[in-house]
Nanobody, 120 residues
Framework: QVQLVESGGGLVQAGGSLRLSCAAS????????MGWYRQAPGQERELVAT???????NYSDSVKGRFTIARDNAKNTVYLQMNSLKPEDTAVYYC??????????????WGQGTQVTVSS
């Protein structure tokens, strides 16, 4: 079992910044992918950014150039630095961990979510 605990959400003005953190514990594979997804009211949950154990990153087009994902493998923690925030970024942000098998796929685990609200 894997547990994920997010922190760092809050209310900010447009153009401001927030840094989200997610600490993972439990049965974590050495080879894994961690990341962030978000869900706005009335919308489906969507990918924001992911990062593998080796540091390979992937970003949604909507956040490229504004958000940066990073991780501390020693702490099993992933971070999301969000700059130049827009009201459209308002959503519940969920931390995700996927234990990867040989084929590059695996089981997903989710955090409880943290609210990010960007005012205009």
């Amino acid at each position: 079992q894997v547990q994920l605990v997010e922190s760092g959400g809050g209310l900010v003005q447009a153009g401001g910044s927030l840094r989200l953190s997610c600490a993972a514990s439990g049965s974590i594979f050495s080879i894994n992918r961690m990341g962030w997804y978000r869900q706005a009211p009335g919308q489906e949950r969507e990918l924001v950014a992911t990062i593998t154990s080796r540091g390979r990153t992937n970003y949604s087009d909507s956040v490229k150039g504004r958000f940066t994902i990073a991780r501390d493998n020693a702490k099993n923690t992933v971070y999301l630095q969000m700059n130049s925030l827009k009201p459209e970024d308002t959503a519940v942000y969920y931390c995700n961990l996927c234990n990867l098998f040989e084929g590059g796929t695996g089981f997903h685990y989710w955090g409880q979510g943290t609210q990010v609200t960007v005012s205009s």
